[in-house]
């Protein structure tokens, strides 16, 4: 078994020591698991190829009885995909089911933008998601703040690409 995961190298939060993300957030997914808020670590410009990084601020409000998946998806403003990370939190090191109620969890991604991006704004999507006995997926109800589909958190942000096609 291998795993390849590839790593931005902007210095994210530290999850050790108490600080409030940049951007708050009231999305909640299913009944306990709220994202409390993110952080842009590299800014809000990028250009073609560039890494996004992003650190999620999450909570559950009850302890969890398994680990959940979440997307994170950069989205074209015609929802078109670019990129995405779907992962249990922090890569497997923080897997929900391990969270404890009110104590925040911070969840470190980055994705990488195509070579081919054309230039304007980007918006980024959260999904969290567990699997049924057979092992389909099976989306959490969103609430709160900007939501698609019922399932899909939009990030409140606008984020540019530069210099694309």
């Known amino acids: 078994l291998v795993r390849l995961i590839e790593f931005d190298t902007t210095r994210a939060p530290d999850p050790a020591v108490p600080y409030a993300p940049r951007y708050a957030s009231d999305l ?29 601020y999450w909570e559950t409000t009850a302890p969890l009885d398994r680990d959940y998946v979440v997307g994170v998806y950069v989205r074209a403003r015609d929802g078109s995909p670019l990129a995405q990370s779907d992962a249990i939190p922090a890569w497997g090191f923080a897997p929900t089911s391990q969270w404890r109620a009110a104590i925040p969890v911070w969840d470190n991604r980055a994705l ?8 304007g704004e980007i918006q980024i999507w959260i999904k969290v998601y567990g699997f049924d006995e057979s092992f389909n997926a099976v989306d959490l109800p969103a609430t709160g703040g900007n939501v698609l589909e019922g399932v899909i958190g939009v990030l409140d942000l606008r984020l540019r690409v530069t210099g694309g096609e």
């Open 28 to 56: 909640v997914f299913g009944e306990s698991i709220r994202l409390l808020g993110y952080d842009l670590p590299g800014g809000d410009t990028y250009s073609a190829g560039d890494s996004v990084p992003i650190s999620l």
């Open 112 to 119: 990488r933008l195509p070579d081919d991006i054309a230039s």
